[in-house]
T-cell receptor, first 117, second 115 residues
């Protein structure tokens, strides 16, 4: 079964507007972590933001914020004041099982964001 | 700051040939992960090493093997290459005592094209 679901294959957003990227996850673990990565056309994976399952506050990093709704198992990424350089593929990922040194991530299918001038 | 170094960045091979990808983790990082990302796909976990021992195995074909050496660098060996092996191969590293548990640092990837 897919652990991470990103239902939006692609989105267009106007420059300076906000955009929300959906992510739902499936896990039976109580302790887990959720990540968002950005992948520009050049291919590298850039870490954006992290939310721990026990974190009570929604994570924020500059223009990125994570809308974490634990009961609904969703971890949506909000990008505020979009810039042309935000055009990229965005991946939601999850790490389960904090009782080991294995930090393997499971990725969603990704959402392509295109920012229009 | 030093990042994860992958080499080569681009590689073109013929079917049935072999290829070796190298990964140099961030200094003091003790765990290395390999991911395969096909065109338009999400990254798929292949294999990981902790302290030079294999720690987990994902969807890695039997034609592939990997190891982590005493200096913590890792190599992914791929034999009998098939067209479907064409992908971007990521290496990532981590250190157990990270402030963000599970934070992986990715290299820029090695793009393998099999003709």
């Amino acid at each position: 079964a897919q652990k991470i679901t990103q239902t939006q294959p692609g989105m267009f957003v106007q420059e300076k507007e906000a955009v929300t990227l959906d992510c739902t996850y499936d896990t039976s673990d109580q302790s887990y972590g959720l990540f968002w990565y950005k992948q520009p056309s050049s291919g590298e994976m850039i870490f954006l933001i992290y939310q721990g399952s026990y974190d009570e506050q929604n994570a924020t990093e500059g223009r990125y914020s994570l809308n974490f709704q634990k009961a609904r198992k969703s971890a949506n990424l909000v990008i505020s004041a979009s810039q042309l350089g935000d055009s990229a593929m965005y991946f939601c990922a999850m790490r389960e099982g904090f009782d080991s040194n294995d930090y393997k991530l499971s990725f969603g299918a990704g959402t392509t964001v295109t920012v229009r001038a | 700051a030093a990042g994860v170094i992958q080499s080569p960045r681009h590689l073109i091979k013929e079917k049935r040939e072999t290829a070796t990808l190298k990964c140099y983790p961030i200094p003091r990082h003790d765990t290395v992960y390999w991911y395969q990302q096909g065109p338009g796909q999400d990254p798929q976990f292949l294999i990981s090493f902790y302290e030079k021992m294999q720690s987990d195995k994902g969807s890695i074909p039997d034609r592939f093997s990997a190891q982590q050496f005493s200096d913590y660098h890792s190599e992914l060996n791929m034999s009998s290459l098939e067209l479907g092996d064409s992908a971007l191969y990521f290496c990532a590293s981590s250190y157990w005592d990270r402030e963000i548990p599970g934070e992986l640092f990715f290299g820029e990837g090695s793009r393998l094209t099999v003709l």
